[in-house]
């Protein structure tokens, strides 16, 4: 029972870096950079693999604290793309441009990155991508700390 919900929690995080990967690259929806740091943090879960081989807490900890973080960053992505709270200054809008020159906003302009973080390019359901990362990545930490509790 235990290796059956471990080997779902690792096949969450797969498949929520594959659909990431697939909205990117099939899809052709360029990520901003929240949700590149959201895929981190489920490669580290991937490495919760090695409780199917050695027995022991620690790995199943390893994919739970990695599918945990993604959830965190997604929530956290949320509230940016809701305006609950300011992101970070790379990718989002803001700031007071009126004391700049031409030239200086211009620079801005061609050094501001193409996708932002506070725009919701997509969602379903009323939630966007961040938030579904967060309920799902939540649901995969879940995963492993059950499996703890599960007998071999």
């Not at 797969?14 to 943090?41: D, E, H, K, V």
Request: glycine share 16%.
């Amino acid at each position: 029972m235990r290796r059956h919900a471990q080997s779902l929690a690792l096949l969450g995080s797969a498949g929520l870096l594959l659909g990431a990967l697939a909205f990117q690259y099939i899809g052709g929806m360029a990520p901003c950079s929240l949700c590149i740091w959201q895929r981190w943090p489920h490669v580290v879960a991937l490495f919760g693999a090695g409780a199917l081989v050695v027995p022991g807490v620690i790995f199943p900890v390893i994919g739970a604290g990695g599918a945990a973080v993604s959830g965190g960053i997604g929530v956290y992505h949320t509230g940016v793309e809701r305006g609950w709270w300011s992101g970070p200054a790379s990718c989002s809008a803001g700031g007071d441009l009126s004391g700049l020159s031409a030239e200086e906003l211009l620079a801005q302009i061609m050094a501001a990155p193409v996708v932002r973080c506070d725009e919701v390019p997509w969602e379903m359901l009323g939630l966007s991508m961040a938030s579904w990362n967060a309920v799902a990545s939540f649901g995969i930490a879940g995963l492993w700390l059950v499996s703890l509790r599960l007998r071999a």
